[in-house]
């Protein structure tokens, strides 16, 4: 199980941390990505972090912005969020993949946590 949390509201420019802890197995057998859904929109790729740690990708929109980290003695993934936009506003959700290779496709990640919402006014 995933619980994801630390969403809240922040002004523009902010700065907020999301974690998603997982519970029943370690993360070192998981890649892990952090997507997020707006309003009225399809859920969309944010980041992901392989299973060992040592590589991570971002979506274009928020490279240079945001930070997805893990903590496998933790069991926990996090997304650091800086220079927050009012287009960052969405429920974020964790998820974790068992494929073989790091992927951005929604559809490569079977277990996702239930969302946290970021609203981020202007």
């Known amino acids: 199980q995933l619980q994801a949390s630390g969403g809240g509201l922040v002004q523009a420019g902010g700065s907020l941390r999301l974690s998603c802890a997982a519970s029943?197995?370690?993360?070192?057998?998981?890649?892990m990505g952090w997507f997020r859904q707006a309003p009225g929109k399809e859920r969309e790729f944010v980041a992901r972090i392989s299973r060992s740690g040592s590589t991570a990708y971002y979506a274009d929109s928020v490279k240079g912005r945001f930070t997805i980290s893990i903590d496998n003695a933790k069991n926990t993934v996090y997304l650091q969020m800086n220079g927050l936009k009012p287009e960052d506003t969405a429920v974020y959700y964790c998820a974790a993949s068992t494929v073989a290779s790091p992927s951005s496709r929604i559809e490569r990640y079977a277990y996702w946590g239930q969302g946290t919402e970021v609203t981020v006014s202007s």
């Open positions: 029943g197995r370690t993360f070192s057998s998981y890649h």
